[in-house]
């Protein structure tokens, strides 16, 4: 039987945090036994576990904290843990607690997309260290994938697609007008690159003074927010952009929008993306990370190159001026999404690995 355990750093809003609560609610509804553990801090997404996912806080206070090592490891006994499924940084806390347990199969869940452009050789070995009794990496995009193949010792590294699901909280309304309205689902980090998609947004202005850009992700008391929110009352745009901070209900938000758009320097698979398609929306992307095999062609939306201003000016303008395009655009990638990153598939494979993992030596390299 498969006791499967989604282990992540926190449960604050971002797309790891979310993905790791995917996983653990999918495999509940798939009658496998699943837990999830936050190791270090809890938020907003805790709300999102299913109460028939079992739950475990570490409260973890430092890099090595020896009470919370011993708290996973106890908890890994006392429920017969058999898979461990490790998110972003968390690989650390799981290759320390593999130690105790030689028959825990043990997977890593790659969501850094920029990792292939980290050149800090000691990091590499550490995770080189880490990785090197884990059953299999899992990669969320196929750059990321080959670096993994190259760089880590894992016989078995696959690609794995983030899925999206349906958030039925309705608690946010968006200010703007409606069918007017632009989002950006993404934390204040300096990688969002939020002040590019600002600068092409204000060059609209004039253009289409009815049109408002929301942005909705965890607002940081940082250099990065507090330059944003200057930008904004600088060129006097407060009843044009408008900033909401993190929140649980991105469906309900969607649902409000027009347009999604995602701006960033570098990107894994960016869950936003996956996001905007299931609800409908026409998108604009950088070309970065997984989002150049979701954005095909201009049938399926608008794909810039990263840090290109004019190109995402006139990205957004031609989706708010040609509406039959947007509309098309929206369907297309509505269609895509449903029919390629789907909850139900992606689980189903990642089960058949799990499965093959309690049979030794059946998980071969892709």
Known sequence: MIR???????LRIGGAERMAINIANGLSSANVESHICATRSEGQLKASIKKEVSYLFLNKKSTIDIIALFRLKKYIKKNQINILHAHGTSFFIAAIVSVFNRKLKIIWHDHYGNRVNDTNK??????????????????????????????????????????????????????????????????????????????????????????????????????????????????????????????????????????????????????????????????????????NKLILDDSLGVLVSSNDKKSVYNGLKLLINDIKYRKECAENFHLKILNEFSEEEILRKLILDYELLLVPDNIEKE
């Not at 983030?162 to 909280?169: L, S």
């Open 4 to 10: 499967s355990l989604q282990i992540i750093d926190t």
């Open 122 to 291: 000691f990091k590499l070995v550490i995770l080189k260290l880490c990785l090197y009794n884990f059953n299999i990496i899992y990669c969320v995009n196929h750059e990321l994938r080959n670096w993994a193949i190259e760089n880590l010792n894992c016989k078995t590294v696959k690609f794995i697609s983030n899925f999206p699901t349906i958030n039925h909280k309705k608690e946010t309304i968006l200010n703007g007008n409606t069918g007017k309205r632009i989002l950006c689902a993404a934390n204040l980090r300096e990688p969002k690159n939020h002040e590019l998609l600002f600068k092409a947004f204000k060059k609209l202005k004039g253009e289409c003074s009815d049109w408002s850009l929301h942005c909705i992700g965890a607002i940081y008391d940082d250099d990065y927010s507090q330059n944003l929110e200057s930008f904004i009352n600088k060129h006097k745009l407060k009843n044009q952009i408008f900033l909401y901070g993190a929140k649980e209900d991105v469906s309900n938000i969607i649902s409000q929008s027009d347009i999604g758009v995602l701006t960033s320097k570098f990107e894994g698979l960016p869950m936003a993306l996956l996001e905007y398609g299931l609800g409908k929306l026409a998108v604009l992307a950088t070309d970065v990370g997984y989002c």
